[in-house]
Each structure stands twice: as C-alpha cells, then as structure tokens.
C-alpha cells in the first residue's frame, strides 16, 4: 500500500448545507428500468429552516410501531404524471449566467461528468460557480446545496402544497385569500413539526403534497459533488421554497447502486455500501445531522421484487398489465446515507410448513394505557419509539423474511431460515427492546464486495457466509443484527469515527452468537478467546500492511464533529478505494471493548450498555458520549487509571497497536482452543512429513468449509493441480477475492499471474467499482 495518501483522491465531500435547512422527509417516486439500467422519476423534499433538534417534551397518545391495519393502507402516492418541459420552452432574462433558463435555442452545455444545468433542457446539470444576481441589487439569493454525483436532473420546482384538498388545516387563521411563498412555506412548517402520534395524518399529507402541481421552476446547477438550487429574490433559508420536486435520472455507471445478475442469471439492481453513499440514487442531505424519515414507491416488472428499508412488509400493486408498485415508509428519522433498495427476481424462502398467513410477516402492536404508562421519555427527535412501548420491548424475535436467487432457495432454508430467530433472540436478551419493528436478509450476488451489509429494517449477505455452514453464517448474521443498535439506532456524528459501529458490532457479535448458541459460560469464554487469538494475528497484519494514517480511529482529534458554517465537511479517507477493505476500525474498536469489559467485568459492562441504548437510541453520538457515559456509571475502583483522555491517547488517536492491547497479549497465556489447534498442527505435520503410499481423496465438504485457506495454501505452495479452485473461488465468491488476487502477484509466478489476469477479465465488468479498482491496481 502506498504510504503517501492523496486528500484529493480520499476525501469524501459532505457539501449539504444543513446549518442552514434541513430536509425532514422525502417522498420518492421512483421506475426501476433493467432494459436501460436507470432508475428514474422524481423526489419531493420538506425541508425546515434551520438545525433545530426536536426534543421529547411529553408522552405522546401513540408510542406504538406504525405497522398496523391503518398503517398498511397509508396512503401511496399515485404515480407523478407531470411532463417534463424541455427548458427551452421558458423565456427567463439571464439574471445570472450560471442558473438563468435559457430562452428559445440557448446552446446546450455540459460538463466533464455529463451533467448539465438549465441551460440544457431540463435533464441536466453542469458545473459553474454560484454568483450574483443582477436582477437583486446586487444581494445574493439563497443557495440550497444537495449531496448529488452521478445523476441528470431533469427539472427541478417549486410545489404548490397550498392547492391540496385539506391542507387549510395547517394554516393559521385567518387564511389569507392570495397564496403566497409564505403561505406554502408555513403549510410545510406546520406538517413537518407534526407529533408523533399523528404520523399517518403526517404521512398521507406528505404523499398528497407530492403530487401537487408545480408553481414555479427553480434555478439550478451542479459540480462534481453537489446540486445547488436558488430562487430569484429568495434570500434566506426561511424564505426559500420549503417543498421543492426534483425530476432526474440515475446513470448506468452511478456509484450508489450496482446493476448486475443474481447467481441464477436473473437481472437485479441493489445499493451495495458504495463510499458516496446514496447520493447517486437521489439527491439528498448527506450529513449524518440530516436526519429525515421517508416514504417510497418504487415500480418494476411484475416479474421483480423490490426490497427496501422500511417499516411495513410491502407487497405489490399490480399497474398496468406486466408491471407492479411496492410502497414503503419509515417513521425514524435517520441519516439519508441509511436507506437502502434491492430490486430482483428474489425468491422468498419459506420454512415447509409456512403458509401465505405465517405471523411472521405481520407486525402490529396495539397501544393500551399499560403500554404508555410504561413509556419513559427518551431523547432523540419525536417519532413513534418502540422503546416507549411495552409491547415492542418485550418482543424477543421480530418478524423476519428471508429472500435468496432462486437456485440458492435450498440451503437458506437449510441454514440461515434456521439461524434467525435464535440470533436475534440472543441479541434482545443483550441489548433489549429491538429498534426496528421486522427485518428482511437478502443473498446479495456474488459482486457485493464484503460478507454483510445491515440497513434499516434490511440485512444483506453474501453467499459465501452460507458455505461455512453454521458458524459463518450465524456469526456474520450476529454481526450485522448488532448492526440494528450500533450504526443505524445510535449512529456516529462523524463518520471517521467507524469504530462506533463497527467496532461494538464486532465486539457484540461474539456475545449474541455464544447466546443463540446457547454456550455454557466456559464454553463462551474459551470460544471467544479462540476469535480473539484469530483477531489479534489479524490486526498485527493489519498494522504491518497498512498506512499509518489509515490505522487511526479517530483521526480528526479535536475537531471530530466539526463543520463549516453552512454544515459542510469532508469524511477524511472516504474514497480510498483500500479503505473498504481495511479491517482496523472492527479490530482495534474489538479490542478497546473488550478491554473495557474485563476491566469492569461483563455483567457490569452489559447494564451499562443496556442504559446507553435506552439513553441514545435515535441519537448520533461522538467517541467522548460513550466513554464519558461509562467513566460516569462505573465504580470507583473500577476506573483505576480510566480516562476519556487516556483512552482517546492510547486507542483512539494513534496508529498501529494500542500499548494497553500490547501489554495484555504479552501477559496473557494462549486459551485452551488456541493450544489444542496448535497441537493439531503439529499432529499433521508430523503425519504430512511420513512417507504415503497412496493419494489421499480430496474432500470436497471440507473445502467448501475452508476454501478460502485452501485457495491461500494452493497459491503459497504452486499447487498447480488445484488452480481450478482457485479460479473458481475468485469468480463465486468476491467478497473475499480481493485479498487472494494479491496473493497471485506477490509470488511473482508467471503461471500464477496469468491466472490472476484471466479471472479478473471475467469478472470486472460484474464486480463492485471500488473491488475492482484496488484489483487493477495490484495487477496493472
């Protein structure tokens, strides 16, 4: 790896100015088209002026989770059928050159990228500088800056939420007789600030409101990063349109989503964790601080599934003849980055004996008197908290679903159908009440570049998590479970600070897998202490063969957190392709927890962590909330020689091994399952080294279990017999691939490196970008 990184090339750009507005909800109308890879149509924004955060005052009427009969008929917004005018068609004056409309046979610009602005006609967006406009005394309009690459904006305007049936409701008296800016404005003020017990009131007006007319085109244009719009003569955030419609187009090459065929060859598009997060797929508030909730109607062939984050089980409308809708909401509000979509011919898998009704597919939680006197306050933006509800806190399996392409229907249902429901009790005996009301796993194909993926109310996995038999599966299914509370419920403020996710999910990985399991305490400990032993060699090569920038959990230091004036920042190494396969965050944030919990001991750690979900859930927190939390619910005696400065020096702010972690490996004697492995070795090496008569037969089942070893050993060794599986454990399982191509160039093997060129030709036009750039790197 080169040292030498290049900010550049590394920095992901947050440009959102969300201290300035903020958008509270999106209504998303969207046809996914496989013949032209482009997802399409509009996206409505409420915004409101300002970086206000909502506290809970009160006990709301309803604490309950949205899925109910009433829940399940909210309304779905009908298609937005409004045509999309080619710019031309206006005759605005240039007020200024970059964002005027460009009168009857303006020339057609574009950028580097494709983009285009107004100028064009409406499907475009180009890159340009915002100025002056004339037309104001010399006064500068109000700028709304957007996350957005990778798209063609078609159109974007103004709503006219005041001509909605009703919405006089969401006026204060008297109402005025002319519609104005301020009117509409006040409209959305009045619906976004709604309480929570009133959210299907909230949610269907949010679907009527998005499909009113227009009232009025907006100014726009784009740079790499980012979509700017303004209003002439609207030059605060306050009084700038607060719903505003953006038609675009997604580009086949966009870096949000993946376009690719499932293991049985059908076509499928899903979001796989891209480093620019969502702003491929629709333009949105990037920043972690925007958190808003959403609503989604998504239309495909009646021949696909669409998966999606949201709190409903959604099922298909059928349209005209061939195609359907799918129609999701989430209530929580929650960083844009989070939302996720998988759209394919997905097979639900079954247990045999499930019928269409199984409860596992419904979700309802009635509210009784009970349940709110039960209902503590919390602390987050209002919403309806399934931690305020009895019912949902009791809850140790929520429904769950499982999908997978269709050849992989058997062993799911052999393996992973069995491992759910166990894993996640596991995890609410740990942590409690589940955040999120159902959950759906998906077989992601075999591009997706990691083992798995958790989003809200979703969890992708790899098919290689199916061929380790149980334990792969029901490790990494733990790990991304874990996902639901530490990354998505409790999010990080900063997202250099990977560690608050990652690390806890490691960490808690171990504990829910012993639970499902059902272990003994010493058969807990002895297993945990084996993965420590595998982690800590992991981390040592890590830190051997990695940038020492790159080895940092908090490289910011004090200014993690920090912002510009208008909410803008940059996520520090964010596009190196190299980092996604780092493992430095999940390691040494593994190891400060665990350190952390022999320290205090583990009953005492785990009812402190019981207290910091019930404290922060639905909240984004920085490294010093959690351990100034902990330092404050420890004993004295406990914290010894604990600090938040201490830990933030030895941990969190220097590169390669933490010293504490140094100490502890040192002194520490290997665990039991660490020697009996090592005498094994021994065994077989002694038995390897004898003279033998006959070929042993190869066996096929332990392979599978170890491929990725084996595969190693075959490279290490030139086992030239065995190349074959090595060819095909690069082309069917490419969340581990990556590391295996340097393996081949490494040995300098002419034989080897051609195998190396040959499988990558094969598969670069299905792999992930990022995988498929750090491959050409190793090999070009």
Known sequence: MDGKLDPSRDDLPLLANTSHILVKHYVLDLDADFESQVIEGTIVLFFEPGNRVKKWNSCTEETGQPESDEARTLRAPEPCRTPVTSARTFSSKMGCHDFAICSKGGKETS??????????????????????????????????????????????????????????KFTRPPRPTVVSETLRNQIVRELVTLPAERWREQFDYYARCSQAPGCGELLFTTDTWSLQIRKPGAQTAAAFPHAVRIW???????????WTSDQSGRPCVYTMGSPINNRALFPCQEPPVAMSTWQATVRAAASFVVLMS???????????????????????PMPAS??????????????PSCSSGDPATETSFPTSEADRRFASACGHLEYPCRFRNASATTQEIIPHRVFAPECLQGICQETLLQLIPPCLSAAHSILGTHPFPRLDVLIVPANFPSLGMASPHIVFLSQSTLAGGNHLCGTRLCHEIAHAWFGLAIGARDWTEEWLSEGFATHLEDVFWAEAQQLSPREAQEQQELRACLRWRRLQDEVQNSAEEMQVLRPNKEKTGHVNESGASVIKHGLNPEKIFMQVHYLKGYFLLRFLTKRLGEETYFSFLRKFVHTFHGQLILSQDFLQMLLENIPEEKRLELSVENLFRDWLESSGIPKPLQRERQAGAECGLARQVSAEVT????????????KRRENEEVFEKVRHRWCE??????????YKN????????????VYLYGELMVQ?????????????????????GASAQVVAEMLF
């Open 111 to 168: 950028d580097q990228d494709g983009n285009h602005d107004n100028q064009e006609q409406a499907s475009g967006i180009s890159s340009s500088k915002y100025c002056h406009d004339a037309g104001n005394h010399g006064s500068e309009d109000f700028l709304l800056v957007l996350d957005c690459c990778d798209l063609a904006v078609l159109k974007v305007e103004e709503v006219d939420v005041a001509v909605v049936p009703g919405i006089e």
């Open 248 to 258: 675009y187009k997604s580009k086949p090459e966009g870096r949000s989503v993946t």
């Open 726 to 737: 090595v060819e095909r454990f690069l082309q069917e399982d490419q969340a581990m691939g």
């Open 683 to 694: 065994k077989w090496i002694r038995v390897n080294r004898r003279p033998r008569k006959r």
């Open 338 to 351: 989070t939302l996720t979509i998988a759209v394919g011919a997905w097979a639900e898998v079954k247990p």
């Open 713 to 722: 050993l075959i490279v290490k060794h030139k086992y030239t017999e065995a």
């Open 748 to 768: 300098e093997d002419a034989r080897q490196q051609r195998l190396a060129h040959a499988c990558f030709e094969l598969t670069k036009g299905t792999m992930d």
């Open 310 to 332: 949201g709190e409903n089980s959604a099922k298909p409308t059928q349209l005209r003849e061939g195609y359907s809708s799918w129609h999701y909401y989430v209530t929580m």
